[in-house]
């Protein structure tokens, strides 16, 4: 199993939620290290029982936490003491994590950097929930659409019938962006299904249509983190 070296930074995939989904390489480097900056969404389980520094960074839901320049300040100083760092972050570091920025701001101040992937909840929390993003003659592809967008326009697909949409940190706007998805053509009695709290003991499963979805607004109860899934395979539940 590799070993955390000193003076280098790790982006480390912490998975979608339970400690159980990180990845070995993940989980060595981590047990490695010497300190940890740690996002909210990853398992306290993961860290709270070995011998390292921990930094609580947050990003979470509404909750932003330490700002993007802070984080990269604290990774670039503790690298610069000698100490083997681990960003860990909930999911896949690449996947809606800003972690390309946090390696570029490393390249630049001439900190060496390693990406160890981790589990996205893109394709766990559907997993997790019982939900296929593909199935043959129903859906041969999906997208992962962020929901949270400084424009208010998130980059969605138009409606094909064969493609499954996956969204994410779409709880609190999605007043704002389900209607963009009808006016892109995704019909009303559509398929959808929120997955909440993947992996967790607290995990629940919502199943509906994007129209339903819409005119529930507020009364709907969700929580974040939430994962939307909409298309067919939504209505298709797996044993």
Known sequence: M???RKGTVYLVGAGPG????????????LASADVAVVDALADPRLYRDLPL???????????????????HTALIGLARQGLAVVRLKGGDPFVLGRG?????AMAAAGVPCEVVPGVSSAVAAPA?????LTHRGVAEGFAVVSAHVADG???FPPYTGRLTLVVLMGVANRADWLPQLLALGWPADLPMAWVTWAGRPDQAVLRSTLGACMRAGEAMALRSPSVAVLGEVAALELP
């Open 2 to 4: 590799p070993v955390a």
């Open 18 to 29: 339970s400690a159980d989904l990180v990845t070995l390489r993940g989980w060595a480097i």
């Open 53 to 71: 520094r921990v930094v609580h960074a947050g990003k979470r839901g509404g909750d932003h936490g330490m700002a993007q320049a802070d984080i």
């Open 100 to 104: 390309s920025e946090e390696v570029l």
């Open 128 to 132: 997790l929930g019982g939900i296929a």
């Open 153 to 155: 326009q998130p980059p």
